[in-house]
């Protein structure tokens, strides 16, 4: 990812119109093998390669498949064997599937257990990160004459990690923003799943409110840390990366004011990114209030910058709920009992984790209490690290400080850079589609999204039919 004084580095004069985001789709198109269908292959054909050079032990199934940590952790760990189709497919969001009940079953509830449990999940998510990592960097992508010209008005959001663009297109690399990292940079490339982007709550693993005649510790409430951790650390943490994206385009000299058209090449749009999309088509539509898109802005505004100790304790209780239903409300698998586990948790927390139906399911009242009760602290987090991120742009661009009102990075980036005309009329978005099926998923997301301004394409060659050469 390019250098903060590379981007200040530039000065440049030109407004940015347009606002191109770039999707897997888009390097398949130009016939370069970067599906998961790929990827598949290739951690099939490296993976002995690839856990020998991170001096990682491995064993193998009845029909002699390698099971790796990465087997045990994101299959069946009971019967672990070669990874499904099916994880590969649908890669990214597989990654937040793990059975977190059953692998705490698996590991014996002791000190020892718990340490062999984080040893394994730790050396899964360390083979899954230099596998993909590998896998990127291994993928050539020979020059070609442009046969489409982008003008120096256009922005590119990469959600990429190859160099495509520049070496088929042209584009300048101060103008293509990658997201997600790129393959330069290998161990700091993001993916994963955007369901689980809250910290893991410190309380399951410390428990220091607790005092009770035993004096002990729930090892089940510890080992549900070690795999909110997990869930933590396979989130791509849209929220941040928006952030970022925000800071970057201020540095770069892009106004979100001034784009009249947004294209999208080749992205699924799928769920697991779907909060970039409601996030730029928000951002893009006249009347918006830059701060109401902010964590900061709502932590100030809904109340939940101070908690008492009813709500404090009702708030710990339903983020054990939270964590300790993952099996249920994720796979929707019943949850699997631990019976002196929870007669502990009870005499805590009263009837914490057994809320639940004839059917052994947790109420749906409480799942969605419980849920909501995460949200909210997740926003509180989220709302230190944008502050840290504004605090940061006004360094680098040498303002000592704000006015009171800027409670989000855009908002901060209006006034460093002067203020700016507000917007007249919504920004356009162009979609290509490959299929029906994208097509569907396109109307439903921009209809969720708010987006009224959008014209769906057969394809990226209509999409960008007007930028040929």
Same mark, same amino acid.
């Not at 799928?270 to 209030?289: I, N, P, R, S």
């Given at each position: 990812m390019r250098s903060f004084t590379g981007v200040l580095g530039d000065l440049m004069t030109h407004k940015y119109r347009k606002l191109f985001i770039i999707g897997n789709g888009f390097d398949r198109w130009q016939g370069l093998p970067t599906s998961y269908d790929s990827f598949k292959d290739y951690y099939r054909n490296n993976i002995r390669k690839i856990v020998k050079s991170l001096h990682i032990k491995t064993a193998t199934d009845m029909d002699g498949n390698l099971i790796t940590p990465v087997e045990m952790v994101f299959g069946d760990i009971s019967k672990p064997s070669s990874l499904p189709e099916e994880f590969f497919w649908n890669f990214e969001s597989a990654l937040a599937l793990l059975d977190d009940q059953k692998i705490i079953n698996h590991f014996d509830k002791s000190n020892k257990g718990l340490y062999n449990l984080q040893e394994t999940v730790d050396k899964a998510q360390k083979i899954l990160q230099k596998a993909f990592g590998n896998w990127i960097t291994s993928i050539e992508i020979p020059t070609t004459h442009p046969s489409y010209s982008f003008g120096d008005d256009s922005y590119f959001i990469n959600f990429n990690y190859t160099d495509t663009l520049e070496k088929r297109f042209g584009v300048k690399e101060e103008n293509d923003y990658h997201i997600h990292g790129e393959a330069t940079d290998p161990e700091d490339i993001i993916f994963g799943h955007s369901s689980h982007p809250e910290i893991a709550f410190p309380e399951l693993m410390e428990q220091k409110f607790i005092t009770t005649f035993s004096g002990g510790k729930s090892k089940r409430l510890q080992g549900l840390y070690l795999l909110e951790t997990a869930l933590y650390d396979t989130d791509k943490h849209v929220q941040d990366n928006?952030?970022?994206?925000?800071? !970057?385009?201020?540095?770069?000299?892009?106004?979100?004011?001034? /784009? *009249? =058209?947004?294209?999208?090449?080749? $992205?699924?749009?799928?769920?697991?990114?779907?909060?970039?999309?409601?996030?730029?088509?928000?951002?893009?539509?006249?009347?918006?209030?830059?701060?109401?898109?902010?964590?900061?802005?709502?932590?100030?505004?809904?109340?939940?910058?101070?908690?008492?100790?009813?709500?404090?304790?009702?708030?710990?209780?339903m983020n054990i709920v939270y964590a300790s239903t993952h099996?249920?409300?994720?796979?929707?698998?019943?949850?699997?009992?631990?019976?002196?586990?929870?007669? !502990?948790?009870?005499?805590?927390?009263?009837?914490?984790?057994? /809320? *639940? =139906?004839?059917?052994?399911?947790? $109420?749906?009242?409480?799942?969605?209490?419980?849920?909501?009760?995460?949200?909210?602290?997740?926003?509180?987090e989220q709302a230190a690290r944008t502050k840290e991120i504004i605090e940061d742009l006004c360094i680098l661009k040498g303002v000592r400080s704000l006015p009171g009102d800027c409670l989000s990075v855009l908002k901060a980036a209006d006034y460093i850079d002067g203020g700016h005309e507000p917007r007249k009329q919504d920004a356009t978005w162009h979609i290509s589609c490959f299929s029906e099926k994208d097509r569907i998923q396109a109307e439903m997301v921009m209809k969720r999204a708010g987006c009224k301004k959008y014209v769906l394409y057969h394809g990226i060659e209509e999409c960008i039919e007007g930028f040929k050469v």
């Open positions: 928006i952030d970022d994206l925000c800071e !970057f385009m201020t540095l770069d000299g892009v106004h979100i004011e001034d /784009i *009249t =058209d947004i294209y999208v090449l080749g $992205h699924s749009l799928a769920e697991v990114d779907y909060e970039y999309f409601e996030f730029l088509v928000k951002a893009t539509q006249t009347g918006c209030d830059f701060n109401e898109l902010s964590a900061l802005w709502k932590v100030r505004n809904l109340g939940l910058e101070n908690l008492d100790d009813d709500s404090l304790m009702e708030f710990i209780q099996r249920n409300r994720v796979l929707g698998k019943n949850d699997i009992s631990f019976p002196s586990a929870e007669a !502990f948790e009870r005499s805590v927390f009263g009837q914490v984790g057994v /809320i *639940t =139906d004839k059917d052994g399911y947790v $109420h749906k009242k409480e799942n969605v209490k419980a849920a909501e009760a995460v949200h909210k602290r997740f926003i509180m």
